[in-house]
C-alpha cells in the first residue's frame, strides 16, 4: 500500500519569488551626556551593483529623536512611513511629541506585529530622553531592544562594533593607575570615532561608501554646541533655539 | 456507504484504501475542494519579457530609451513593442521584465490620470506622485506574494524640475541621475555615469542623443535578449515627445579578420 499521506494531503508548491533583498550600507549611533549621535552611509547596492550613491538611510522623527535603518530598503522605507504616521497621530491626540523611550516600544511593537513576515530591518533610534540625556535604542528586525551607550548595525557592523567596544566601552584596555575611563566622550571626540568609523568600513567594505550623513541631537542648552561649532559642513534642521536641537553633518566617502 | 455526494460516480482509487475502512475525514477526496486546494496560482516568472531600459539627466529634463523587443525566453516574440509610455502630460514610465505586468500597470496608471482629471480641481499628478503610487503598489503585490514581474524606471519633467526614479517588483526604490534596469545595469550605467555624472545642467540633447545610441548598441551587442531597434523619450519643459522606433547602427566589419566570425577560407 503507498503512503497514504502523501496522496491524501496534496500540498500547495514552494513559490520561488522571494520578497527579500539585501541593500548594504552600515549606520551607526553613539549616545554621549547630553547629546546623541546616529549616523549611515548613503550608497544604495544590491549584490556587485550600486544602485544610488545618495539614498538616504538616517531619518529625523522629531526634534528629539532620530532613526535609521538599514537592510531591505523597501521595508526600511516603508517602515519609517508608518512609524512617522504614528508619530503624526500622536502629536494630534496630545499636542506635543512622543518621547523617544515611548518610540522605541512602539517601534518593538510595530516590528513584532509582523513576527511572522517581518521587516528586514535593523534599527537604530538615537535622541534625548525626557530627563535631558542622550539615548540610543537598537532592534533586531522582529523588535527585540534594548538601550545602550553605542551600536552599528548593517553590513559592516563586524567591522566598526569592536572599534567602537574598544573606543566608546574602552574595552581591552585598562586605565593608568590611579585614573578611571570616562563613562561619556565629549562631542569632538565622538564625531571623529564616527567618521573613522565609516572611512574604515568604507576601505574595507565593498557596501560601504559614497556619502556619510551624520545626525547630531542636542538636550535643551547644551554646552555640547560648542563641539559644532568648527564642524565642516554642518547644517541646522530645528528652527528654535529653545528646545532639542537637530544638525545634519554631510560628508563626501570613497566612491569606489 | 459513502455519505459524501462529491464522492458518488467518481472512480475509486483502489490504490489507497481499497475496502473503505479508512475513516471518512481521512479518505481522499473529503477535503475542502474550493479553487484555492491547490493554492492560488501567482505570477512565478515573468513570461513574455523586456530587456533593459535606460534612463538620463541633461540639460533639459529627462531622456529615456529601450528597445523594441518583447522575448518569449529566447525567442525574439514580438519586435515592434513599445516599452515607453506616457503617463499624463509630464511623466514617462519605461519597462523591462513581465510585458503582460506591464499593460496592466499602463492600465491601472491610464485610470489613475483620468480619475484625476475628472475631479477638475487644478491638481494634476506629476512624476514624483506617479513614481510614489506605483512604488506603493508594488510594494504591496510583492507583500501578498504576487508581484508585478518589472522593473520600471519613472521619469518627468514638472515645475521646472526633472525628475527620475527607479522600482522593481519588490518596491525597491532609488533615485540618480542615470538609470538602467535589467543587464542595462551591468553595461549601460558605468558608461552613462561616466558620461553623465557631474554634467546633468550642460549636457544637450544632441550628446545625449549620442550617448543613448552608443549604450543601446552596446546592449545589442552583448544582450542576447536585445534587437537593433528602439525608442527614444524626451520629457522636458515643452513635453513628452516618444520617437517612432528606430534601427540603430552596427558594424560587423571586424568579423572578417576573426576566424569563427567571418566566412572560413580555410
Known sequence: MPDMHSLAQAQPQQQSFNPYTENGGTILAIAGADFSVIAGDTRQSEGYNIQ???????????????????????????????????????????????????????????????????????????GIEEDGTGAVYSFDPVGSYE??????????????????????????????????????????????????????????????GDGLEIYVVLSKNSPSIQGLRDVRGVTELTATEDGER??????ELKKD | MDHFPTNWGRPRNDAYDPYGTFPLPHRPNNHAKDTF??????????????????????????MMAADTLASYGSLARFKDVTRLHPVGNYTVIGAGGDMSDFQYIQKFLDELIIDEFTAQDGHDLGPAQIHEYLSQVMYSRRSKINPLWNSLLVGGFKDGKSFLAYVDLLGTTYSASTLATGYGAYLAQPLLRKEVEGKEDTLTAEEAVRIMETCI??????????????????????????????????????????????????
Open chain 1, 52 to 126: 544610488t550613491r545618495y539614498a538616504p538611510k538616517v531619518f529625523r522623527l522629531t526634534d528629539k529623536a532620530v532613526l535609521a535603518v538599514n537592510g531591505f530598503a523597501a521595508d526600511g522605507n516603508m517602515f519609517v512611513k508608518k512609524v512617522r504616521q504614528r508619530l503624526e497621530w500622536y502629536r494630534h491626540a496630545h499636542a506635543k511629541d512622543m518621547p523617544i523611550r515611548a518610540i522605541a516600544r512602539l517601534i518593538q511593537t510595530m516590528l513584532y506585529s509582523r513576527r511572522f513576515f517581518p521587516y528586514y530591518v535593523y534599527n537604530i533610534l538615537g
Open chain 2, 217 to 266: 548598441r552596446v546592449l545589442y551587442y552583448r544582450d542576447a535578449r536585445s534587437i537593433d531597434k528602439y525608442q527614444l523619450a524626451t520629457i522636458t519643459a515643452e513635453g513628452i515627445k516618444i520617437i517612432d522606433s528606430r534601427p540603430i547602427s552596427t558594424s560587423w566589419s571586424f568579423a572578417e579578420g576573426i576566424r569563427g566570425y567571418g566566412a572560413q577560407t580555410q
Open chain 2, 37 to 62: 486546494a491547490e493554492g492560488v496560482q501567482r505570477t512565478q516568472q515573468p513570461i513574455v519579457t523586456g530587456t533593459s531600459v535606460l534612463a538620463l539627466k541633461y540639460k533639459d529634463g529627462i
Open chain 1, 246 to 251: 537637530v544638525f545634519v553633518v554631510r560628508r
Open chain 1, 147 to 208: 538601550r545602550e551607550a553605542c551600536r552599528a548595525a548593517g553590513a559592516a557592523q563586524s567591522l566598526v562594533q569592536p572599534f567602537l567596544d574598544n573606543q566608546i566601552y574602552f574595552k581591552n584596555q585598562t586605565p593608568a593607575p590611579g585614573t578611571s575611563f570616562p563613562r561619556h566622550l565629549p562631542l569632538p571626540t565622538v564625531l571623529s570615532l564616527v567618521i573613522d568609523s565609516f572611512t574604515s568600513a568604507t576601505e574595507r567594505h565593498i557596501e560601504v
